[in-house]
């Protein structure tokens, strides 16, 4: 079974009574913390619980040391996946709004704990969900604990320090998962530096997407990263962003189109940039 799984709103209105079924709604603002749970109080998909990419899908921010999203503790989120009825071979769906970026997070912390199959991610989200004209629940999910045991795989992972090694081998193919003008360095909303790692290529995490919100078919995202790629070999990819969250987005395109699952630069650049040794570069 294909790591990167995708679900239409129609199939899952046919699988959401299947026993077992975990379905995790993953909302989230940059702008509005508490805006996931709130909109996740005013109506989600039956059966849903709630994943809050700050304190369930992130670990502990330390200013100056960490990125803004760090990844959580994997025991801790263990247990989370337990206390919403994950079990080892339960089928989980992961929506967002729509774009998939805070789904895409939750389905890559589930591939690096060792959970790769019955993993999907509703294509386009609520929005489409809202499109197909399905209803919204405001009940509580009956959940049973589960008993998923995942251990982390490091391998997928890779350290500031182990990147800026990389950084120059004409190997690395170094992905930047936010909009150009973040990349460039022409505007930065969010972190007090602006530009991108020296090497690194933009990868906009929302040109995955067509104008419906949904992923783009694989043979299009096949094009998009093979342009990216050129003659080096996919296993030495390493996708980063801005914290760590829509990397996974790439991530997880990647694998539709028939990719390996590449590195992931968790830190991203919110980490990059809290040492001022390590070099950034403006503009394309």
């Known amino acids: 079974m294909a790591i990167a799984q995708l679900i239409s709103p129609q199939a899952l209105d046919l699988k959401k009574e299947q026993a077992g079924l975990v379905i995790l709604d993953c909302r989230f603002a940059l702008e509005d913390p508490d805006y996931g749970q709130r909109s996740y109080a005013e109506g989600h998909i039956a059966g849903a619980s709630f994943a809050d990419l ?24 263990v247990e989370r996946l337990q206390a919403w009825g994950i079990n080892a071979d339960s089928d989980v769906v992961l929506y967002d709004d729509g774009p998939g970026a805070f789904a895409a997070r939750a389905w890559w912390l589930l591939a690096w704990l060792g959970k790769r199959d019955g993993v999907f991610i509703l294509d386009g989200g609520l929005k489409a969900w809202h499109a197909a004209g399905l209803p919204l629940s405001l009940d509580a999910p009956g959940t049973a604990p589960g008993s998923f045991v995942g251990k982390p795989d490091y391998s997928l992972l890779l350290s500031a320090e182990q990147l800026q090694k990389r950084l120059g081998q004409p ?32 990868a906009a995490f929302s040109e995955n997407l067509g104008s419906d919100g949904r992923f783009l078919p694989a043979d299009q995202l096949k094009q998009r990263f093979a342009a990216k790629l050129g003659d080096r070999s996919p296993t030495e990819l390493v996708a980063y962003c801005g914290s760590g969250v829509t990397a996974c ?34 503009g394309d």
């Open 54 to 77: 700050e304190r369930d899908l992130s670990g502990r921010m330390v200013k100056g040391v960490t990125g803004r999203h760090p990844l959580p503790d994997p025991a801790q989120l």
């Open 171 to 202: 190997t690395l193919t170094l992905l930047d998962a936010r909009a150009q003008p973040r990349f460039r360095g022409e505007v930065e909303p969010i972190d007090p530096v602006a530009g991108h790692i020296p090497g690194a290529q933009c």
């Open 249 to 282: 987005h790439n991530l997880f395109a990647l694998c539709l189109a028939g990719y390996p699952l590449a590195s992931l630069y968790a830190g991203s650049w919110s980490e990059w940039i809290t040492d001022p040794t390590r070099a950034v570069a403006k």
